[in-house]
């Protein structure tokens, strides 16, 4: 079935199953593969999008349930890395293996697109579907409230 899809501040049309999960639409069908699959079942948020400017599990999401919608990857957040999750991000030195990296930068513009000062528990609660194997969660943290700075300066 075709979907005309909002990606990124394009439209993109695409034949897929309605029923296909947006991750694997954005990962298999359209190339931008930004968007990590860790677990699929919503639980790890590697899979981690905007859409309608929320924080979104990929994974768990029907494509036909995208219809009409904007849908933001980490490849649309900013070709230039010049968001400030991405400057923070860069400057704080939060990856390590940076597999999670993609969903974690996300759900934080997401978080600050929403709460331009946020506290450590704002920021716990916002971050808490995100896992981290390497256990960089206080460069997460860090580097969140690092991007608040830069997006006020």
């Not at 009409?68 to 649309?76: A, K, L, P, S, Y």
């Not at 293996?97 to 934080?108: L, V």
């Not at 513009?109 to 704002?122: F, G, M, V, W, Y």
């Amino acid at each position: 079935m075709q979907l005309t899809l909002a990606i990124n501040g394009r439209e993109t049309r695409v034949d897929v199953d309605p029923e296909t999960p947006m991750l694997w639409v954005l990962r298999d069908t359209i190339g931008l593969t930004g968007t990590k699959y860790g677990c699929g079942i919503a639980r790890c948020g590697a899979c981690t999008i905007h859409l309608d400017g929320q924080a979104t599990k990929a994974c768990q999401l029907p494509a036909s349930a995208a219809v009409g919608r904007q849908i933001t990857t980490i490849e649309g957040l900013s070709a230039t890395r010049s968001h400030p999750v991405q400057k923070a991000w860069i400057e704080i030195g939060v990856p390590q293996c940076g597999y999670c990296q993609s969903g974690q930068i996300m759900s934080a513009s997401a978080l600050l697109a929403e709460r331009k000062n946020p506290t450590d528990a704002e920021i716990e609660a916002a971050m808490a579907d995100n896992l981290c194997r390497c256990g960089t969660y206080q460069r997460i943290r860090q580097a969140i409230h690092r991007a608040a700075e830069i997006a006020q300066s």
